[in-house]
């Protein structure tokens, strides 16, 4: 998925926004939405964000015309994704292969990010892992 958003940024010689929402009980009792890059958290989200770091790392240097930043928004992936659309040229959506409970949660956050979305959205399965 982060491959198709960084030939996409290319193509249309525009920046790359990776963006990972999260759910946790401390942020949400803290109202928290977003983490500024830099800002210490929670020792889950300092993984999260090492993940999403990782994730980019080796993919971003055979693109190296791309300006990528990396976000971290808590909350559900339609309300995190919906208030940065406006603007985009494009937004991305990841679906998790489809088994049980998960084929369910993977077509909702898709879809509604889908019916929220004020630009053209792609949505792109991930490969299964075995």
Do not use: Y
């Not at 994730?55 to 339609?78: F, M, N, Y």
């Amino acid at each position: 998925m982060i491959e198709v958003g960084l030939q996409q940024a290319s193509l249309r010689g525009l920046p790359l926004t990776v963006v990972h929402c999260f759910w946790d009980a401390t942020a949400a009792m803290s109202d928290i939405r977003e983490l500024p890059q830099g800002e210490e958290g929670p020792e889950s989200q300092a993984d999260l964000r090492l993940l999403l770091s990782e994730a980019i790392a080796g993919l971003s240097e055979k693109v190296p015309d791309v300006q990528v930043s990396l976000r971290l928004t808590h909350g559900l992936v339609d309300e995190g994704l919906a208030a940065m659309t406006r603007g985009a040229g494009l937004v991305i959506v990841g679906r998790h292969p489809m088994h049980g409970l998960s084929r369910v949660l993977s077509i909702a956050a898709a879809t509604a990010v889908l019916e929220r979305a004020d630009c053209p959205v792609a949505i792109v399965p991930e490969p299964e892992t075995t």
